[in-house]
């Protein structure tokens, strides 16, 4: 798996927009980029994936950028309950080698 | 669905005992992990199963650690013995697969401490 490598942590103002960059400058072809995020004394939960498209679902956006070396996850209207640790991770799917491999993730804090 | 379940919630337990941690994963789910997370290491993948069979078990740190999934809806995880540096939060996934579109659901975890 590439390396990835985020921001230990950013704040976020309740309602506005939160940008979470992901560099991952080594990533193959082949290599799709995951979002989680973990909500504390919780497991982690599946937000977002792409693999050079820009894409969204009812959580975020993933805009990924044309060399593919690095992506943002964007929360459009953060909440409170947004407060967690997001962790972007770029694999292969469907390569039994090769799952999920959690970095350390950024920790943002979204205040009122 | 329920989601994954995992018991115990909490488990305290004295260096040497053996500890047995339990998952449930989502109904017709055919893969299923264990991770473990610490401060210091973080987010650890230790073992995932496919259809009840053990493929890659490379993060089991060392044979005090099994895991067994005896049938599609119940899998263990054994410590034996166990020592402090064991404690941890174990978390418990499953997916209906591993291709791109198949993410993996987390169960709400064991907090382990071992004393």
């Known amino acids: 798996d590439a390396k990835t490598t985020q921001p230990p942590s950013m704040d976020c103002a309740e309602g506005r927009a939160a940008n979470l960059p992901c560099n991952h400058s080594?990533?193959?072809?082949?290599?799709?980029v995951y979002w989680y995020r973990q909500i504390h004394s919780q497991g982690p939960q599946y937000i977002i994936h792409?693999?050079?498209n820009n894409e969204t679902n009812e959580m975020a956006s993933l805009i990924i950028t044309e060399d593919r070396k690095s992506s943002t996850l964007i929360l459009p209207h953060a909440t409170l309950r947004d407060t967690a640790v997001y962790y972007c991770i770029v694999r292969v799917p469907n390569n039994a080698g090769n799952m999920l491999t959690f970095g350390g993730g950024t920790r943002l804090m979204v205040k009122p | 669905d329920a989601g994954v379940i995992q018991s115990p919630r909490h488990e305290v337990t004295e260096m040497g005992q053996e500890v047995t941690l339990r998952c449930k994963p989502i109904s017709g789910h055919d893969y299923l992990f264990w991770y473990r997370q610490t401060m210091m290491r973080g987010l650890e993948l230790l073992i995932y199963?496919?259809?009840?069979?053990?493929?890659?078990d490379s993060g089991m740190p060392e044979d005090r650690f099994s895991a067994k999934m005896p049938n599609a809806s119940f899998s263990t995880l054994k410590i034996q013995p166990s020592e402090p540096r064991d404690s941890a939060v174990y978390f418990c996934?499953?997916?209906?697969?591993?291709?791109?579109?198949?993410?993996?659901?987390f169960g709400p975890g064991t907090r382990l401490t071992v004393t």
């Open positions: 199963f496919n259809n009840n069979v053990p493929i890659d």
């Open positions: 792409g693999l050079k």
């Open positions: 080594t990533i193959s072809g082949n290599e799709y």
């Open positions: 996934a499953s997916s209906s697969g591993i291709q791109v579109s198949y993410e993996q659901y």
